[in-house]
């Protein structure tokens, strides 16, 4: 493997891409990334915990629950890895399915964690007013 | 469209899918499908399968990524591109 990598010429190999090749491969990233996701800066884990603290919900109805109050719609995929992070983590739970769909409610922890969060964001949003008023 | 998300689907790993598969499915069903969600699910599997991997996996996967790329780079050179 050592030798096929020097072959390559190594880590070499990148600085001698092209700056061309290299600035289409970040933009392609950029773009696959922004198509996916969405341009938000929001956290799905936290989206999914805010659509939560309203409610039992299950997964098709968080979807179009935070694409109601974030403006963001979550691909599938972006959703269930964050509910399975956020069960793993003991801040929501499943509950009885309802007509082969499985809604997840939020636990105590989840809502203490979320408030957290929230409380955090509000400082950083204070913070950024505060200092766009002085410039 | 539909099918090839129910395909990309079966690549989330096995434990993960024997947890979350059922209801997972049916929210394929739910949600319109399109080339976003296709890959936002091909991505969702790619990184659940990493996240179960163990080091072992990984230097391997790792390895044979290199030696791909090795050969890739020896080809280019040979053919003198």
């Known amino acids: ?45 936290l989206l999914v915990l805010s659509s939560l603290a309203d409610g039992d919900k299950h997964g098709y109805a968080m979807m179009e629950d935070i694409e109601s109050f974030a403006g963001v719609r979550l691909g599938a995929g972006t959703l269930y890895g964050a509910i399975t992070r956020l069960e793993q983590r003991g801040w929501i739970r499943p509950t009885d ?8 409610t939020i636990t105590g922890a989840g809502r203490e964690h979320l408030r957290d969060q929230l409380a955090e964001l509000e400082r950083l949003v204070r913070a ?3 200092r766009l008023k002085h410039t | 469209m539909k099918s090839i998300v129910r395909i990309l689907a079966r690549l989330y790993p096995a434990s993960w899918r024997a947890r979350y598969g059922a209801e997972f499915d049916v929210l394929l069903e739910d949600v319109t499908p399109s080339a976003r969600q296709a890959l936002d699910v091909f991505l969702g599997a790619m990184s659940m399968q990493i996240t179960t991997w163990n080091f072992g996996k990984i230097v391997a996967v790792s390895a044979v990524a290199g030696l791909a790329l090795g050969l890739h780079r020896c080809i280019r050179q040979a053919c003198g591109v």
């Open chain 1, 1 to 45: 493997v050592l030798e096929v990598y020097r072959l390559w010429g190594g880590a070499a190999w990148f600085e001698n891409y092209g700056p061309v090749k290299k600035c289409l491969t970040a933009n392609l990233l950029r773009h696959t990334v922004y198509y996916v996701k969405g341009n938000s800066s929001l956290s799905p884990p």
């Open chain 1, 128 to 130: 950024g007013q505060r």
């Open chain 1, 97 to 104: 399915p309802v007509d082969r769909r499985q809604p997840y």
